[in-house]
Nanobody
Framework: QVQLVESGGGSVQAGGSRRLSCVASGYTTTWNCVGWFRQAPGKEREGVATIVAFSGNTVYADSVKGRFTISQDTSKNTLYLQMNSLKPEDTAMYYC?????????????????????WGQGTQVTVSS
């Protein structure tokens, strides 16, 4: 049974940083793509960043390019999202998700429609 557990959310002032973590369990294959998504109240879910486990290839939403970094530690089955220069508009519930299997190509986040496994989310609130 695949499980994803996020942590690291909280409140931060604009301009600050936060690192989210997502520990995965229940699968060992590297043929997957994992990513971070977010959803603010009244807004649609947005793909933030993805990383392909076997290649390390990453894709970022334009809104976070240059500020956020997605990374993974495969030895710990942990996914990270380093968020710098945070803005009030980054305030949202952040979710990690996994697309298993994923064999090749570019792993686009979209709105997560191809991701079958989701964590429970962690709230990030950025105050101005």
């Amino acid at each position: 049974q695949v499980q994803l557990v996020e942590s690291g959310g909280g409140s931060v002032q604009a301009g600050g940083s936060r690192r989210l973590s997502c520990v995965a369990s229940g699968y060992t294959t590297t043929w997957n793509c994992v990513g971070w998504f977010r959803q603010a109240p009244g807004k649609e879910r947005e793909g933030v960043a993805t990383i392909v486990a076997f290649s390390g290839n990453t894709v970022y939403a334009d809104s976070v390019k240059g500020r956020f970094t997605i990374s993974q530690d495969t030895s710990k089955n942990t996914l990270y999202l380093q968020m710098n220069s945070l803005k009030p508009e980054d305030t949202a519930m952040y979710y990690c998700a996994a697309r298993i299997p994923f064999w090749s190509g570019v792993c686009d986040a979209g709105q997560g429609e191809d991701f079958g496994y989701w964590g429970q989310g962690t709230q990030v609130t950025v105050s101005s």
